[in-house]
């Protein structure tokens, strides 16, 4: 079963699992108990668990994973039997950002000349992640491709991006999305003009355009797109907080009854960090099968794991003491070139009546990718290639090979390189040829 997964899923590695979660964080049990029997069957001794972050659909999820665990069959020692595992789950990437050595998207190339719009491929991606929403996205597309100067329009936007990211009472990701206590971000309850304009001031920085401040009706618009990107992304984000908690980590306890030899790595990349990060809160307490946990262009705050929180010393991060289920390190690879996190993602994660200045917005509300792990006693801070501690958590500064990308993203996809599988090894003590 395992080597019929490997070639029909074209990842190239072998033995290979894929486990599938939907939006709630229910799994596919088939694949459960396929991984649990093959681990076994296999005698795998060090299992890859890999989530990835934005995507639109499983072709590009096992791409990343085939570039990325290519290399480490040849970098492991011959004692060591590796198992491999995909992460599969309902997320969604813009088309217009691209990935370093993927094919760029014909949504991409058209919205770098053009003003944006809600094309074929992005609509189908939103369609596919919010399904159901077919009115709402009907309207949204409308009122892109009108780009009406008059300001109700804008608010009757805003209204209809909550309306396509909200969800029902009982759903339980409902909790999920915020990593330093409970409530919406400022860009989904606040004034919808301000921001728009606000959001359309950061993405211009990031594609160089000039700021046209007599053009009213442009700037706000082109936030109005920026607005429903990122409130699609904030949806991810909750999502991928349920799909670790609810599904991946009880999964691994399960694994860990089963086949309680096996050594598992936790590696995510963006909102996949966020997922593989949520699932150490959901194992049973008892669970030491996580050896590692790497997290690639970690796509959440870097407070999450912090005790006290610097500016509220009378909460923590909603991760706090989650990485002592780890029987090893916990790692952040992060870069400075990641765009994605380091202009947007503050605005977007800002909670409403947060006094943040500018200023100082990216100290409060700063991402894991883009400066590590804030607020952490004990937490170590390395660059890519230097010895890696045994355990706590570490920040490693990974911009030396993670600096390729165009805007509006920058570097945040950039993460398949050999330098980066080589400290997946040196996290999880994987010994190597």
Same mark, same amino acid.
């Given at each position: 079963m395992a080597r019929w997964l490997a070639r029909q899923d074209h990842t190239g590695v072998e033995p290979y699992w894929e486990l599938t979660f939907d939006a709630d964080g229910d799994v596919d049990t088939a694949q459960r108990e396929a991984l649990l029997s093959g681990t076994e069957r296999e005698s795998v001794t060090d299992l890859l668990v890999f989530a990835h972050g934005w995507n639109n659909d499983k072709k590009d999820a096992r791409k990343l994973y085939r570039r990325f665990f290519a290399p480490f069959a040849r970098l492991a020692a011959p004692e060591v039997r590796l198992g491999y595992v995909g992460v599969l789950w309902p997320a969604i990437r813009f088309p217009d950002e691209p990935i370093p050595d993927f094919d760029p998207s014909a949504a991409a190339t058209a919205t770098a000349v053009a003003a944006p719009v809600l094309d074929a491929a992005t609509r189908q991606a939103l369609d596919r992640a919010f399904p159901g929403h077919g009115p709402t996205l009907d309207r949204i597309a409308e009122l892109l491709a009108e780009r009406s100067d008059v300001p109700s329009r804008v608010y009757e936007f805003g209204r209809h991006v909550r309306e396509l990211v909200s969800l029902r009472e009982t759903s339980p990701?409902?909790?999920?999305? %915020?990593? &330093?206590?409970?409530?919406?971000?400022?860009?989904? @309850?606040?004034?919808?003009?301000?921001?728009?304009e606000v959001l359309a001031a950061a993405s211009r920085a990031e594609t160089g355009r000039p700021e046209r401040l007599a053009d009213v009706r442009e700037r706000v618009w082109d936030g109005a797109y920026e607005l429903l990107r990122q409130g699609a992304y904030f949806a991810m984000k909750r999502r991928a907080g349920a799909v670790g908690q609810l599904g991946l980590g009880p999964a691994i306890g399960l694994l860990s009854a089963d086949v309680p030899r096996v050594r598992v790595h936790l590696i995510g990349h963006s909102f996949g960090a966020r997922l593989v990060s949520y699932a150490l809160r959901g194992m049973p307490a008892d669970v030491r099968a996580v050896k590692s946990v790497t997290l690639l262009q970690?796509?959440?705050?870097?407070?999450?794991?912090? %005790?006290? &929180?610097?500016?509220?010393?009378?909460?923590?991060? @909603?991760?706090?003491g989650v990485q002592h289920r780890v029987d090893g390190p916990l790692v952040s690879c992060y870069s400075r070139h990641d765009d994605a996190l380091g202009r947007l993602y503050p605005l977007a994660s800002k909670l409403s009546g947060d006094s943040t200045s500018f200023l100082h917005l990216?100290?409060?509300?700063?991402a894991i990718g883009y400066g590590g792990i804030r607020a952490v006693d004990g937490a170590k801070g390395i660059r890519l290639g230097e010895a890696m501690p045994a355990e706590g958590c570490v920040s490693v500064d990974a911009a030396s090979v993670v600096r390729r990308g165009g805007p509006p993203a920058g570097a945040h996809s950039d993460v398949c390189h050999e330098e980066l599988a080589r400290a997946v090894c040196a996290a999880g003590r994987i010994p190597l040829a």
């Open positions: 990701a409902r909790n999920l999305g %915020e990593d &330093l206590g409970a409530g919406e971000p400022a860009m989904l @309850t606040d004034d919808a003009v301000q921001v728009c970690g796509a959440f705050s870097h407070y999450a794991f912090a %005790e006290r &929180l610097p500016h509220d010393r009378s909460r923590g991060g @909603t991760l706090r990216w100290e409060r509300w700063g």
